[in-house]
Structures are given as C-alpha cells and as structure tokens.
C-alpha cells in the first residue's frame, strides 16, 4: 500500500464511524496531511451536521490554535467523496478547504451531485481523482445507486437450508438459523433505511420488522421505514406492524377499500397493469424519498417477482446447516424463464454454526 | 503446542505420504526422537511393504550406521496408530521396537485389532496413549468405521445450486459446478476405494466414474471400485462403466435375469424385502471386502435412501453461485418423516468460484 493509499484508507474507516445514523446522506471522512503526517480528522455523523471536511478542519484548528492557519499551508486532504459545491444542509465545504490554504486533495470517488473537482481545480488545488475510488462506492453503495439508478441498493436476506428452504409447507420450523445470525439480521436492519416485504409474510408470520436484538455496542440508530406490498389490501389493520408508531407505507393497486388506519400507516397507490404493484415504481418512489438501502425480506413470491425485475442487487444469505426435504418451501419462485440466474460470491463467513453468504446476481 | 505435540504432528504429517494407495491399510506415520532430536522418520506406503515403525528404525540405522543401535537406547517413539502385535503381511512391528531399545513411546490411537499397548508395557517400555487422538482418528476414520462398524466411512458428495438443485428437471446443465471443483471431486475418487451410484445416474448421465481429472501432483493412485445399485437389473451392459476394464459390483435384488457381462462385471444379490437392495447389506458387504472409504455420487433417490438408513457420514457439497428456480430437481429425496435432519458443518472454503462445504449429518 502506498502513502496516499494508507491515507484514504485511513479516511474511509473514518467514514464507517457515521453508519446508522448518516443517512441518506453518504458515509464520509476526511484526513489532513502534512509533511507525511496526519495533523486533522473528522467524518460525518448525520444529516444537518458538519461534513466531514469541515470536522477534519476543526480538529487541526482545536489542535493547533493560533498555529492552525500556518500548519495548513500546504497540507493535503483525504476524502472519500468529492466535497460539496453547493449549499446544502451546511455551507459549502470547497469554500473552506480553498480558503484553508490546502494544496493538494486526494478524492476517491465523485459524487454526481456537485462540481467540487472544478471548483477546487480553478482555486489552484491539484486534484486528484480515483484513488481507492472501488472500495469508496462500495462503501457508499445505496447512495450511489439513488442518485445513479433512481432507486435504492437493493438487499435480499434470506434465512435457508441447505438445500434451499426457507420453512416447511405445513408451516413448521420458524427459526431456521442460529441466534447469532437473527441478531445480524438486526444489525442489517439498523444499517438499512427500509424493510420491504409482503402481505403473505405479514398475514402469515406477524413480524414487527424492528430491531430490537442488536449484540453489538450500538448506541443510537433509527428504525427503518417498513414497506409492504399488499396488491388487494389484505392486510387488516390487526397486525404487530400497527401496533407501534413507527412508520409504515402499504404499496397497493388500488386504494379504494377502507382501512382502519392509524397515523404511523400510509397507503400508497402503485398500480402496475396486472392489478399488482408495480415494484419498479415502488423502488422508484423509495429512491426519491432518500432510501438508499432497502433490506428485503420476505417470501418466496416477491423474491421472484423483484428477480424478474433485476432488482435484487445483493443476496445475503444466512443458510442453516440443516436438510428441510421434499416439503420444503423453496426460497424463490423463479419462472422456467429465469432459470440459472448466475450469481458471484463476494464473501463467505461462518456465524453461529450457519454460513453467512453474500452473493451478487449477475443478470443478462 | 507441547513438544510431545510437535512431534505427533510430524507422525502424523508423514503418515499423510502414504494417501491414494496405503488403503485398505491406515495411514501411519512414526518420528523416533532422543534428547529432543529428531532421529529417524518413517511412514507406512502401501500393503505388503513395511509399517512406518520399521522404517523409521531403518531411518534411524541408515543414519548412524554401526551407533544406531547405542543411540537408539533411551529413545522415544511417536506413533499416530499402535504398532501391530501380530503377524501379517509383514513381521510384528512391537517385536522390533522392544529389541531396539527405545524406553518410551507415544501413541495416538488404539488399533481394535492389536494388543501392542500390553504387549510394550509388559516388556518395560513406557507407553503414553491418546496423544492428539482426536486428530489421529480422522485421519483414518474410514479405516475406523470399517473395525468399529463393519462398513466403510461414507462421503456423499454433491454438486447443488445456491437453492439445491442438482440440475433442471428437463435434464438440462449437465455441468453446475467450476472444472476446479470438479477437478476436486476426481481427487476425492482418487482417495476413495469405493464409489456408489444408483442405476438411474448411469441410465441417464452414463458416467465413467473413474479417475481423469488429476490437478495435483499425484504420481499414483488406484482407480476406485465402482458399485452401482440396480435393484431390478436395468443397466443393459453398452453403458460407459462396462467400455474399459476397471473393477465394478451391481448390486440387485435378484440376479434371475440375464445380463452380458464382461469379467470387470460382478453381479451380487443383496436383497431386502420390498424388492429394492438392502443398503445396510450393500455397505458391511464393502465394509468385509475392505473398502474404507466409500464415496457416493448418485442422485436423489438413492442419497434419500441413504440417508434414511442413516449410512452417510459426510456431505461435501460445491454450492455453485447460480439459481435454477422452480424446474429444479433437489439433491436428497428425504421423506417427510424425516424432515429437519440437522448437521454440522466442519469446513468451508472457496474453490473456483463455489463454495466447497463439508458438513456431517447429526441422526437422533
């Protein structure tokens, strides 16, 4: 690993600090370099905050005092994402590193929003573009994929046995998987804006699609916004998901039977031609209310039908050792037409006895 | 790790040289230390010639010639399995080690079919036993099972999709897995003595199922046994198995019909009483010819049939990242009573793209 390669990496561990709280804005952090050494840090933490530029420039400031304006003369700067040209929540951060003093600034990615890279480059700022730019938008990946796609990264978790089922058609054998990975799914629920699922799973299970098992120190995060796809309106206002306030939207093709509906419940009209949602302008309107990460979990007939669709992104797969047999619900209903989805594997952990595996699907 | 360990491990490592041909023999390795020194190594290589003992004492006395015998006084002895009391194909390794003067010597595991422990102990020879004996005993646990449950240890290998297809019911995708792993499955056969398929995968697949795809450096092996189980005679004798002259059993039920067989052909009635073959009777029948590892490569019905008698000891299974949807065939025909069967998963690892996962059924 070179210098400038250790200091971005330096900035994106900086950036991870703000997960869960972030969004939608993106994960950010920011390393001030001198002579080789690191003299300022900062990251964000949430929306309406600093940006992480801002911070990193505070901590040289706190550091140095009166020296601060001298030291950063002639420094570099280390960010994950281009700083921002426009006014946003906060000031401009281009404005602050151009009137730093800050020579040379080190950006792994753009960000398709602002024109930061001109605006420093007519400052006389040497910018350079692209380094670790890979692992920057993997970091950044949901809010890449709003401002790129329109639509939020997609991730489809599922719970499976060996040999691929997800329950028993009788309806046995809830908890397929080990403690630890139900406590995992806790934590990719606490990192994901919304939870997406079905009206079968609801009627069927009853979840409450909170966290609440978090393991680890975690000590503030939001509860994501609960989607569910409900066609018909099936739903009958009795379940766990209304018995909280937290925030619930139902995607249905027509709203025009009445539903007892408390205020944490909103009823949003997404018809497509065949008298279902449309799940494509579901994922539409998530991306334009600022989703960038939409866990799904649901059963086997949304999974296929968000297949069909290409869009699952990510298959999270926590699979059990176990054997379900032939009266096993399979996890996806694929039609004949999609047979041999091809996926790539991304990584392979072992959590509680159960295999945790992250796969991409590579679609035609 | 204790020194005593070390130098179990180094047995054990050399007993490992003897793999692809030692069988129906264990694996045995033996180092000979004195005043902490490593001064002989031997390892067993294939029946009829020399147990590890006995060559480690030849080690020992082609290294030091005429002092080996003043050395060898007061030396210490590891060996992963207890020296043969008995003669057989060789003369009695514990007579050798008394006469050599060695004082004390480690083993890892009983041989049920020796009295070497007593016999050493009787002649003043200090004997540790069950040093790293978990470590011994899977290094031979075909050769175990064969002593302790009169059949061979048995591998069920499979190569299944993320949602645990082994192919479309249409019988298309012949291939699921990477050529590394199948490169991985013909050095499993190379290790193996037996290999068990049913009369449907050779009607509709026609494999050879012999050794080919060698990636390793393996300079020798002997082709596995191929058994097949064809309760009603269907194989017609123009299959793949019958075209070279390698070794092969159809076990059937009844051998009343006429099949023109080659002499590599050996037609054996196992017969249970539902008409089918007996798979208890098919595997103490291995178990009595000395088969101890016996890999099984066969479909549904017969790893189901398997399965319910309790006869598979491991799974490895190459998870390909695709998925075949609802078209697919499932890799076990487990019956409902025997829904849920739980294992435990031993290792993982990545090879060619798929996932290489080798977990062990846990019957009630």
């Not at 690191?38 to 990193?56: C, L, M, Q, S």
């Not at 420039?57 to 005092?65: I, M």
């Not at 069909?308 to 992104?313: G, P, R, S, V, W």
């Amino acid at each position: 690993m070179t210098e400038e390669e250790g200091h971005m990496m330096h900035a994106l561990e900086l950036a991870q600090r703000g997960s869960y709280l972030a969004s939608p804005n993106p994960l950010v952090g920011c390393v001030i370099v001198k002579n080789a050494k690191v003299i300022g840090r900062g990251w964000h933490k949430k929306p309406g905050t600093e940006h992480a530029e801002i911070n990193a420039l505070s901590d040289v400031r706190r550091k140095f005092g009166t020296n601060a304006s001298e030291i950063l003369k002639g420094s570099e700067l280390y960010v994950n994402l281009e700083p921002c040209s426009q006014k946003g929540r906060t000031p401009p951060c281009c404005k602050s590193i151009i009137k730093s003093g800050i020579k040379k600034i080190f950006i792994a990615s753009k960000d398709p929003m602002q024109k930061g890279l001109e605006e420093l480059a007519t400052n006389n700022i040497e910018v350079n573009l692209g380094l670790l730019q890979d692992k920057a938008e993997e970091l950044n990946k949901g809010f890449f994929s709003r401002l790129n796609k329109g639509r939020p990264m997609i991730t489809c978790k599922l719970a499976i046995s060996m040999d691929g089922g997800i329950g028993l058609k009788n309806g046995e054998s809830k908890w397929i998987s080990s403690l630890e990975s139900r406590s995992d799914v806790h934590d990719m629920r606490a990192r994901s804006d919304a939870i997406l699922t079905g009206s079968g799973t609801i009627l069927k299970d009853n979840p409450r699609l909170t966290v609440r098992l978090l393991d680890k120190n975690v000590s503030s995060y939001s509860q994501p916004l609960r989607c569910v796809v409900d066609s018909g309106l099936k739903i009958t206002g009795n379940e766990n998901i209304f018995s909280d306030n937290l925030k619930t939207i139902i995607f249905c093709n027509s709203a025009k039977k009445e539903i007892n509906t408390p205020s944490n419940i909103e009823i949003i009209e997404k018809p497509d031609k065949d008298g279902l949602v449309s799940l494509v302008e579901v994922c539409k309107y998530l991306g334009k209310t600022e989703i960038n990460y939409l866990l799904v979990e649901s059963g086997p007939r949304l999974v296929g039908a968000l297949l069909k669709e290409k869009l699952i992104d990510e298959f999270i797969l926590f699979i059990a050792p176990k054997l379900m047999g032939k009266e096993k619900l399979n996890f996806a209903r694929i039609e004949r037409s999609m047979n041999n989805i091809n996926l790539k594997i991304q990584s392979i952990d072992e959590i509680g006895g159960d295999i945790k595996l992250l796969a991409r699907p590579q679609y035609n």
